[in-house]
T-cell receptor
Framework: NAGVTQTPKFRILKIGQSMTLQCTQD?????MYWYRQDPGMGLKLIYY???????DKGEVPNGYNVSRSTTEDFPLRLELAAPSQTSVYFC?????????????FGDGTRLSIL | GQNIDQPTEMTATEGAIVQINCTYQ??????LFWYQQHAGEAPTFLSY????GLEEKGRFSSFLSRSKGYSYLLLKELQMKDSASYLC????????FGAGTTVTVRA
């Protein structure tokens, strides 16, 4: 069972570069999420999606963009990388929101902006 | 807004019991989750509470009091592998996470 798969696992970017963090899930979950986790901090929601074609901002969306063209994929785009975006990024999915359905997390992408 | 507080660190001895408290003030409430996160890994689901009371799952139990905005995670018979960060997360149709409590288990 693959679950939630994130690529790449590690990446170093230069300031101003752009990149896309990939996230794919094979559980047919409707809901998908992107979080960032800074050292000693909790997870902060960047963007989320309730289904293909529908996305919405979370708590810290500035500097990021997302799309959801299929149920399976939810890529996160950084257009102009800044040092403040150095973090660990987690993608997660769940069948629905609310209730006792936990989110399933990918292994994370460790991103450094230098 | 959401405000979720948990202690930063706790240390306990192998075989002992540790209780991790979580207090929350949120605009809505649709359940509370506890996740375990080992260093360098993804969070994994431990427990869920939506009604007041205690939920027991083997060595782990979680308690909720909605009127007090309070939950705790109880870890019994601690093992070395329980050394990890424990995240409290309140579900208000989106999850809001506390900063996590790092538990260190000593031999």
């Amino acid at each position: 069972n693959a679950g939630v798969t994130q690529t790449p696992k590690f990446r170093i970017l230069k300031i101003g570069q752009s990149m896309t963090l990939q996230c794919t899930q094979d559980m047919n979950h409707n809901y998908m999420y992107w979080y960032r986790q800074d050292p000693g901090m909790g997870l902060k929601l960047i963007y989320y999606s309730v289904g293909a074609g529908i996305t919405d901002k979370g708590e810290v969306p500035n500097g990021y963009n997302v799309s959801r063209s299929t149920t399976e994929d939810f890529p996160l785009r950084l257009e102009l990388a800044a040092p403040s975006q150095t973090s660990v990024y987690f993608c997660a999915s769940s069948p629905r929101t609310g209730g006792n359905q936990p989110q399933h997390f990918g292994d994370g992408t460790r991103l450094s902006i230098l | 807004g959401q405000n979720i507080d948990q202690p930063t660190e706790m240390t306990a001895t192998e075989g002992a019991i540790v209780q991790i408290n979580c207090t929350y003030q949120t605009s809505g409430f649709n359940g509370l989750f506890w996740y375990q996160q080992h260093a360098g890994e993804a969070p994994t689901f431990l427990s869920y509470n939506v009604l007041d009371g205690l939920e027991e799952k083997g060595r782990f139990s979680s308690f909720l009091s909605r009127s007090k905005g309070y939950s705790y995670l109880l870890l019994k018979e601690l093992q070395m592998k329980d050394s990890a960060s424990y995240l409290c997360a309140v579900n208000d149709y989106k999850l809001s996470f506390g900063a996590g409590t790092t538990v260190t288990v000593r031999a």
